[in-house]
């Protein structure tokens, strides 16, 4: 079993920004990539971001270029820097890594998540 530790959620202005790290027990994103999702109150998770092996990554559209995902594979780490923040992406934060679960698009491995609020 493979642990996945949130961190650096908070709340900021509109305009401001926050950089989330994702610290795993082990070295799974060097296999599999890290991927992260939200989920805002009254409203079903949804997928930000994702990081592949081999660098590529790809985002929801709604983050308009303002948010970077990134691997430190030396540190089992993954991090989402997001710039720019709307009151719009207030939500639970999740790191989402790990081999891919059943017949879904989502990987095993779920982080406990991290609060962002962005106050306008």
């Known amino acids: 079993q493979v642990q996945l530790v949130e961190s650096g959620g908070g709340l900021v202005q509109t305009g401001g920004s926050l950089r989330l790290s994702c610290v795993a027990s082990?070295?799974?994103?060097?296999?599999?990539?890290v991927a992260w999702y939200r989920q805002a109150p009254g409203k079903q998770r949804e997928w930000v971001a994702s990081?592949?092996?081999?660098?590529?990554?790809n985002d929801a559209w709604f983050v308009q270029g303002r948010f970077t995902i990134s691997i430190d594979n030396d540190k089992n780490a993954g991090y989402l820097q997001m710039n720019n923040l709307k009151p719009e992406d207030t939500a639970v934060y999740y790191c989402?890594?790990?081999?891919?679960?059943?017949?879904?698009?989502?990987?095993?491995?779920w982080g406990q998540g991290t609060q962002v609020t962005v106050s306008s």
């Open positions: 989402n890594a790990g081999p891919l679960r059943g017949n879904s698009d989502d990987r095993i491995y």
């Open positions: 990081r592949a092996v081999g660098g590529a990554t």
């Open positions: 082990a070295s799974i994103f060097r296999r599999y990539g």
